[in-house]
């Protein structure tokens, strides 16, 4: 009954805002788990001047468990900045078909990644992945072709030449009138 818009450059900006969701979402949890690493690392640095070895070490082990999640997150973050910079150059050039492909296998692998899991990270992952696959489908066969070839000099002047003849009538039909 309803048929969806195939347009690719507006499922390539969809998917473009997603992307950039996710980014701002991942630097945001990033920040505050350093947050958190740093306020145990003071805790640490207190209870080891004070002498008690035992709770020093849990949180040693809870800094080192943070550092493994920020590396993982920083890798996470770097793959995400690789997708949105593919769908720049795939909005700048027009290029559709081949970025599309590429982005919806990175992104498939992506989500197999467990920090992508996390509650903060995981519905605009989840959006993203939607988007993504619309932007496959929009690209794919039977899709608009947007390329842009710009006329030829005397194309440009016969169709200004028409442009004006037409508004020349329009205002004489006007005054006329």
């Known amino acids: 009954m309803f048929k969806r818009s195939r347009d690719p450059l507006r499922k390539a900006l969809e ?20 947050e958190r690493r740093e306020a145990l690392f003071e805790r640490l640095t207190d209870l080891e001047s ?9 949180y040693a082990e809870e800094i080192s468990k943070l550092d493994k999640l920020l590396s993982r997150l920083a890798a996470v973050q770097l793959v995400v900045e690789k997708v949105d910079l593919a769908l720049q150059y795939a909005i700048n050039m027009r290029e559709f078909s081949g970025v599309a492909s590429e982005v919806s296998s990175l992104v498939k692998d992506l989500s197999k990644l467990p920090e992508l899991n ?15 696959r619309e932007l496959s489908e929009a690209s794919g066969p039977g899709a608009l072709d947007l390329s842009y070839s710009p006329p030829g000099g005397s194309d440009v002047k016969r169709i200004l030449e028409e442009a004006r003849e037409v508004v020349k009538k329009r205002l004489e039909n006007e005054l006329t009138a």
């Open 50 to 58: 004070k002498g008690e070895r035992y709770l020093a070490k849990r």
């Open 118 to 132: 996390i509650p903060d990270l995981n519905l605009a992952f989840a959006e993203l992945q939607v988007s993504i």
């Open 15 to 34: 998917a473009l805002y997603h992307v950039r969701l996710l980014r701002d979402r991942i630097d945001t949890l990033y920040n505050r788990i350093s």
